[in-house]
């Protein structure tokens, strides 16, 4: 069964302090991890989609990296904007590309002025 | 830039009626989704949906369920015999043709069930 773990379940911080998600995750073959942000009352907003060990990808001050066995979302920065809920999700290739994602409980940031 | 649009944004129903959700996915998107979303749960994965019939469906998904495309634009959810234990928000997302490249997502409709 594929499992996915966030941690800090909840993080606090000033504006401009730098920190990092992680999200471990085990699933029988990776096609894709994505992460989310989630915003009270809406629906996920797509951030990344990592592919393969190795990959990096970059938006404004939000920063995805993946391993084998886990992915980090580094927030560089932050402004009370980034205050959200951010979900990280697999899908597994042993399936078609219709296959549903399966979400950790995410990380609930709130970044103080 | 293009959105997946859901309507109601919050439906009341008494136990035991049947409710429909509906949802009018991006208009060249192929793969389409229904997940929920408990008060303070995970979003969980109901069930996929492409070239007019379920593609994949989860535990959760059972006879009290039941998706539809009646048009070219609508997507809809039906839940049968509504129970307590539905109340949840219901989100909707949709995916272009290589759909495992992430999806976009609706703002949800908020069921509760009293």
């Known amino acids: 069964e594929d499992q996915v773990t966030q941690s800090p379940e909840a993080l606090r911080l000033q504006e401009g302090e730098s920190s990092s998600l992680n999200c471990s995750y085990t699933v029988s073959g990776l096609r894709g991890l994505f992460w989310y942000r989630q915003d009270p009352g809406k629906g996920p907003e797509f951030l990344f989609t990592?592919?393969?060990a190795g990959e990096e990808k970059e938006k404004e001050r939000l920063k995805a990296t993946l391993t084998k066995k886990e992915s980090f979302l580094h927030i560089t920065a932050p402004k009370p904007e980034d205050s959200a809920t951010y979900l990280c999700a697999v899908q597994a290739s042993s399936g078609g590309g219709a296959d549903g994602l399966t979400f950790g409980k995410g990380t609930h940031l709130i970044i103080q002025p | 830039e293009p959105e997946v649009t859901q309507t109601p944004s919050h439906q009341v129903t008494q136990m035991g009626q049947e409710v429909i959700l509906r949802c009018v996915p991006i208009?060249?998107?192929?793969?389409f989704y229904w997940y929920r979303q408990i008060l303070g749960q995970k979003v969980e994965f109901l069930v996929s949906?492409?070239?007019?019939?379920?593609?994949?469906k989860s535990e959760i998904f059972d006879d009290q369920f039941s998706v539809e495309r009646p048009d070219g634009s609508n997507f809809t959810l039906k839940i049968r015999s509504t129970k307590l234990e539905d109340s949840a928000m219901y989100f909707c997302?949709?995916?272009?043709?290589?759909?495992?490249?992430?999806?976009?997502f609706g703002s949800g409709t908020r069921l509760t069930v009293v």
């Open positions: 997302a949709s995916s272009g043709i290589l759909g495992w490249r992430g999806y976009t």
């Open positions: 949906f492409y070239n007019n019939e379920i593609s994949e």
């Open positions: 208009s060249n998107h192929l793969y």
């Open positions: 990592l592919y393969s």
